[in-house]
């Protein structure tokens, strides 16, 4: 049985409500596989601007999942080291039961039985070094010492320059600024509503999302962080993408990469 936490979701997961948080206990298996799949039905933008998610309590372990273009991005909350997964809903419940996981497992001992014991080829034997006599310690030190000092020098100069994705003349907003930038940016921009138009979600301080609207299927989103500050007079946002800054217009829209962005009401 599972322990579930809905984020800004409805208790069916069928729909988005703003800044909800139902705990569900003792969710069956099947249970909670409807919740996924109502998930995956949510409209994609709706679901973007609103950061919705399902958070999956099993034995000793956490999960994360959101859902993006009828599937389902997984996250391993105690290995946060290892990359989200994108699954389909039956292969996200195959992770959260543990029948994935023994699959694996099952695979790769097979795989050593197969493969037989390894032999480890015998290589030349090599002489045993004398230690260096004492008249050259001294040098081997001194150069050793050397060594240390220019990394030392070099390490310095690399922290005290500007930070890659910090523009030149890039001034970061202060405190008290932030809070009010913050709230005034959250919001949807899209270049346009047909295929190939481009679009940014600003869910949260510090947090959005990039995104190309596609024909058919939903969109796929990137997930990109900011930091919002000045360049002279004009408020811009420093990203972590290969476009790097966003300028924010005075009519409030955004322009990122040549492209305008307008604020959708």
Same mark, same amino acid.
């Given at each position: 049985?599972?322990?579930?936490?809905?984020?800004?979701?409805?208790?069916?997961?069928?729909?988005?409500?703003?800044?909800?948080?139902?705990?569900?206990?003792?969710?069956?298996?099947?249970?909670?596989?409807?919740?996924?799949?109502?998930?995956?039905?949510?409209?994609?933008?709706?679901?973007?601007?609103?950061?919705?998610?399902?958070?999956?309590?099993?034995?000793?372990?956490?999960?994360?999942?959101?859902?993006?273009?009828?599937?389902?991005?997984?996250?391993?909350?105690?290995?946060?080291?290892?990359?989200?997964?994108? !699954?389909?809903?039956? /292969? @996200?419940? &195959?992770?959260?039961?543990?029948?994935?996981?023994?699959? %694996?497992?099952? *695979?790769? =001992?097979?795989?050593?039985?197969?493969?037989?014991?390894?032999?480890?080829?015998?290589?030349?034997?090599?002489?045993?070094?004398?230690?260096?006599?004492?008249?050259?310690?001294?040098?081997?030190?001194?150069?050793?010492?050397?060594?240390?000092?220019?990394?030392?020098?070099?390490?310095?100069?690399?922290?005290?320059?500007?930070?890659?994705?910090?523009?030149?003349?890039?001034?970061?907003?202060?405190?008290?600024?932030?809070?009010?930038?913050?709230?005034?940016?959250?919001?949807?921009?899209?270049?346009?509503?047909?295929?190939?138009?481009?679009?940014?979600?600003?869910?949260?301080?510090?947090?959005?999302?990039?995104?190309? !609207?596609?024909?058919? /299927? @939903?969109? &796929?989103?990137?997930?990109?962080?900011?930091?919002?500050? %000045?360049?002279? *007079?004009? =408020?811009?946002?420093?990203?972590?993408?290969?476009?790097?800054?966003?300028?924010?217009?005075?009519?409030?829209?955004?322009?990122?990469?040549?492209?305008?962005?307008?604020?959708?009401?």
């Amino acid at each position: 049985m599972y322990k579930i936490f809905l984020v800004n979701l409805a208790a069916d997961a069928r729909s988005v409500v703003a800044s909800a948080h139902n705990e569900l206990r003792d969710v069956s298996p099947a249970a909670l596989e409807a919740l996924l799949r109502n998930f995956c039905e949510i409209d994609p933008i709706e679901n973007a601007v609103a950061d919705t998610e399902i958070r999956v309590q099993i034995r000793n372990e956490s999960y994360l999942l959101r859902s993006e273009n009828r599937h389902m991005i997984l996250y391993d909350v105690h290995r946060r080291e290892l990359p989200a997964q994108i !699954l389909t809903v039956e /292969e @996200a419940m &195959r992770e959260l039961d543990g029948t994935a996981s023994a699959a %694996r497992t099952q *695979a790769m =001992l097979q795989a050593r039985a197969e493969a037989g014991p390894v032999e480890v080829p015998a290589g030349p034997v090599l002489p045993v070094m004398a230690p260096p006599p004492a008249a050259s310690r001294p040098r081997m030190f001194a150069l050793s010492f050397t060594a240390a000092l220019l990394l030392t020098v070099i390490g310095w100069l690399a922290d005290s320059g500007p930070a890659d994705d910090i523009p030149p003349g890039f001034e970061p907003a202060d405190a008290g600024e932030l809070d009010r930038v913050h709230a005034s940016l959250t919001g949807v921009y899209l270049t346009g509503n047909e295929p190939g138009h481009h679009g940014i979600v600003v869910t949260g301080p510090g947090e959005m999302k990039l995104f190309e !609207l596609a024909a058919v /299927e @939903a969109p &796929r989103f990137v997930y990109a962080g900011y930091r919002p500050g %000045r360049i002279g *007079a004009r =408020l811009c946002l420093a990203t972590d993408q290969p476009g790097g800054l966003i300028q924010v217009a005075a009519d409030g829209s955004l322009v990122y990469c040549g492209e305008t962005y307008q604020r959708i009401p």
